[in-house]
């Protein structure tokens, strides 16, 4: 037990406690929200996972000790943790300023998606007015953890029935919403006759005389399948339905002169198509999500999953056929915008690839502190006609890309705030070693011994804290390697 004057006085004080960030992946989810530092005012990026790191570097050892006595042991792991320590010491410098660095870029990203994602909720009333309230709650939660969690699910995951019921009636509203511009999107679904088609470039014959010559000549523009969605790619000899070239104002006008209200027309059209197949591909990456929780909590056996793996699959079939809807209007925005001199549409209509379908939450390969959620998110705008679901988990989102912010700017402040003491801990210690070194002694050989050691290590502090000064543009910015040998003096 530790003397009263060391032991930590606990009046007045409030104690939280916490679970390091390696570990906490392990629990259950009603801990990750309550005990995270992520989530947690004031403790900037800290993990709490250093003692680990120590024994990681130890395990190499492992095969070498299981053979020693306690001795021998001991005095191996003592001096390995000696030359780990001493290591740390040596390359603290370069340490600190790689962390600042990505500390930095990491706050600045942060902000930015903090700022994108409220100001797509703050574009509509409803969304101005759960922003409020959602910055309110958080706020009080910070204060007092006692209030509600905002970081914790309200809505309960929605069950195998209500996905294949959402999934029925949108094919319902697909087949009661259609258009001349959907007759493009009819040929991915092989649901076009050659009526439809004959129809189609009759019509074309009138508004867009060029087409015939250029069908004549077989110089038909062809350009690059540049989507990712894993729908098939059509060959336009191959003489299907699905295959016809529409040659559609945005197919052709940067080999042929066209009509401007003709490309306006299908401005407008493709703006709204890539809209909606943007909103289509989130309800489904939202539903399959949902779908996916569902089974892992409720269902077990060979029946229940295979029914919900079939219906996933399907949800799937969905995701893909609106990204691919999506790549296509893109594709026409494109080249339409090139010649209308439209600007400013591309931060909310961006390039769609399968990196950036992933749902709310997901880290996409990073870990909590670093994640950003993907742009398709950023972009959505709050409505009252918005599920339960999805409001919930902007919510949440919200939640979490604001206080990654916030731990990023801590730590940044954090870190200026260790780098000052550093230095100033370093000044003392080598002002220890030289009280050490200039103490009046007796000319005995041990105490000679006990100058020039003194001597010796007050250069240590001197070398460290010189490192703070390098240029890190022609300096290693990884510092010591900590497989390394220590370093000489």
Known sequence: MLPPHLQFNREGKTINFFVPKFHIAAHIESCQTQFSFNWTPGVGQTDREAPERGWANIN????????????????????????????????????????????????????????????????????????????????????????????????????????????????TKELEDSTGIDVEDA???????????????????????????????????????????????????????????????????????????????????????????LNECRSHIRLCHQLYQFKVQHLCGQGPNTRACKTMDAVEEHLMLSHAKYARAHKALLSLARHLDRIGWEHKLQPLKKMHLRPIGDFGQQTQGTAIMSWIWLTHRISSDDSEGLQDSLRIEQCKARAHHNRWLEEVQLLLEEMRRTLAFLKWQEDSWESCATLPTIEQPEEKEVAAFAEHWKRVPQLVASNFDFDPSTDDVDGVSLDAPPLPL
């Open 60 to 171: 190499r050892m492992a095969s070498s000790m299981k053979e020693m006595d306690p001795g021998a042991r001991s005095n191996t792991l003592n001096n390995n943790f000696s030359d780990w320590n001493w290591k740390k010491i040596m390359a603290l410098s370069k340490t600190m300023l790689r962390k600042m660095t990505e500390a930095v870029v990491a706050e600045k990203e942060h902000h930015l998606a903090l700022s994108e994602l409220e100001s797509s909720i703050n574009n509509s009333e409803v969304g101005a007015a759960s922003l409020a309230a959602w910055r309110m709650e958080i706020e009080a939660w910070e204060m007092d953890h006692s209030q509600c969690n905002p970081f914790q699910r309200r809505v309960g995951t929605m069950t195998q029935v209500a996905v294949q019921l959402e999934l029925a009636q949108q094919d």
């Open 187 to 277: 040929q991915h679904h092989l649901h076009v006759d050659s009526s439809a088609l004959n129809m189609w470039t009759n019509i074309q014959k009138l508004y867009m005389p060029v087409v015939p010559n250029l069908q004549i000549s077989a110089n038909l523009p062809t350009g690059c399948n540049s989507n990712d969605s894993g729908c098939p790619v059509p060959g336009p000899t191959s003489g299907k339905a699905e295959d016809f070239q529409l040659l559609l104002p945005s197919e052709i006008c940067d080999v042929m002169p066209c009509n401007k209200t003709l490309l306006e027309t299908e401005w407008s059209l493709h703006f709204a198509q890539a809209t909606d197949a």
